[in-house]
């Protein structure tokens, strides 16, 4: 009798493993993203416990590799696809569909047993990050002469990370331009470690980030230049483009041949039916009710290509853009 | 009958040079794969370069390839790791084989081994989250990631090798030795540290290499604690990267395969072969020179 409940029990286990699930949809990229997608992915599972839905997290440039290798349904994305990213789609014969899911804004913060800070212009951050900094500025009195003259430890993304090509981009002119003197991680967790325990640091990541760990880092305002306003990124200036430059989209990327597929067409329909409300819910901003419209419109025409393939990225107007792409 | 043994020793002693052999491919694999990368690498990059630039950011825009501020991430490291550990374990050694009774010994030994049964990324983890917060009550100005808390813990994790070996080598020492300092007069810390110990010398100094070896090439505790950050400085409280977690962020990114900054992990890799092959080089001329010097 013993030894039939002992089979019984190991039998149930193990049928946990054996466990056949109807279908499977593989997720990477972005970590900036990888909250939404698994906030979404969890409540999927709520409801469709059958399809195994899996997130990584490889940076937006890993994440693209292997959406070009054709090794997942969805890349994460916290940049739009580059040019010599589009160029090897065409080589490898691989269509995909651009989906905007979020907003994010790119937190600056600092310690907050820094009390000097009180904002940053546009020009003292690339002061900060340029690549000619490198080795050259390396205490804070170099970036405002008022400012002590203790050491500058900066914390900011690795270089396959889609925030470091934005941040890159938007704030020394050129995507993949920095400095190399820093602390770089793909890892965010990894960043807000380090800077919420150094009294002279100062990090970039997205705002989610800093919203998760608000008690633990001081934000920093952001001047476009001397004259204008200090903005702290908050939904509403994230929303309407007023935190600029550092407010970006975010997107996911589904292979069109995923996308002919029922589960994960009911996955898309899932994710921007839910992605305003759980993207409030982890500190990212949802994007306006329209855009989400028009972008699962354009999922379900299966219309494949990037509208950023030849504009940039940096202040762009995602609404007007949809909306003439839709025309 | 006697013929088959004959023939099934042989049969054993080929198993057991094909074992043997096995350790001394993998060996030589590992320098062969080391080396055809780290020649392409020395034919994009010159080697004085490597050795005397003062900065390394080969995955940046303005590519520079100085392998120094690894070198010394390491090896500062590595050095506040001995600091702890030797001290901390000769004296362990020496008590537990001059002073203790042998059943505090027998109940002792086991646990300080459980010390190297530890996996590496909890050590990691507790320097971040623990020693790094205690320090910087005493030392406010000790950055999150610095060298110090992941060195400590590093030496902390290695004093199992050291009083391991150690107490070994110094139960070796003859009976009579110990028997002559007491009949001299000498006390028992006289005896321990004047006698005892320089005659176990050659043991503890290999038991202290192999030890730093462990701690050169240790990887996780470093990843997690010391930082990213390249940095050339001899300065613990500040944030430094090793060279093993130098190789680790390359190999967790996605930097493509066959390029110069994939590349860049197999010269690093080779430099920190070289050191620690240097290093068990030394303890084994060390233990063969001066082994059985009192039998």
Known sequence: MYRFISLAILLVLFSSCFKSYEGKINIDGSSTVYPLTEAVSEEFRDIRPQIRVTVGVSGTGGGFKKFLRDEIDISNASRSISKSEIELSKQNQIEFIEIPVSYDGLAVVVSPNNTFVDYLTVEELHKMWAPESQQKITRWNQIRPEWPNTPLNLYGAGTSSGTYDYFTEAINGKAKASRGDYTASEDDNVLVQGVSTDVNGLAYFGLAYYTENKDKLKLVPIKVNQDSEAIYPTDETVRTGTYQPLARPEFIYINVKSAKIPYVQEYVKFYLENAAALAEEIGSVALPPEVYKLSYERFKNLKTGSIFESKSIVGANLLNLLQKDAQ | ?295
């Open chain 2, 1 to 295: 009958m006697a013929k088959s043994s004959i023939k099934s020793e042989k049969f054993i002693e080929l198993i057991m040079i094909a074992c043997s052999l096995i350790s001394v491919l993998t060996t030589l694999g590992i320098i062969l794969v080391l080396s055809i990368d780290t020649i392409k690498f020395f034919a994009e990059v010159s080697f004085f370069d490597f050795i005397t630039d003062t900065q390394w950011t080969p995955l940046f825009a303005d590519k520079h390839f100085g392998i120094l501020p690894l070198l010394t991430g390491t090896i500062l490291t590595t050095v506040i790791a001995t600091l702890v550990a030797v001290p901390v374990g000769i004296s362990i050694a020496v008590y537990l084989n001059e002073y203790a009774s042998k059943k505090f010994t027998a109940t002792v030994k086991p646990i300080l081994e459980i010390l190297a049964a530890i996996p590496t990324v909890v050590y990691g983890f507790f320097a971040l989250q623990f020693v790094t917060p205690l320090l910087q009550i005493f030392i406010p100005s000790l950055s999150g990631f610095n060298a110090l808390s992941p060195g400590i813990v590093m030496g902390i994790m290695i004093i199992p090798y050291i009083t391991s070996l150690s107490e070994d080598a110094l139960r070796a020492v003859p009976k009579s030795l110990r028997e002559a300092s007491y009949g001299l007069g000498a006390n028992k810390l006289q005896t321990a540290f004047k006698v005892m110990v320089p005659a176990a010398s050659s043991g503890i100094i290999v038991s202290i290499i192999l030890a730093i070896s462990r701690a050169l090439g240790e990887t996780m505790i470093v990843a997690i604690a010391a930082g990213q950050q390249p940095n050339l400085t001899l300065n613990p409280l500040k944030s430094v990267e090793t060279i093993t977690t130098y190789i680790v962020q390359v190999s967790m990114g996605d930097v493509p395969q066959d390029s110069l900054e994939y590349r860049t992990i197999f010269a690093a890799g080779i430099t920190l072969f070289a050191f620690t092959f240097i290093l068990n080089n030394i303890s084994f001329w060390i233990q063969k020179k001066y082994q059985n010097r009192y039998d």
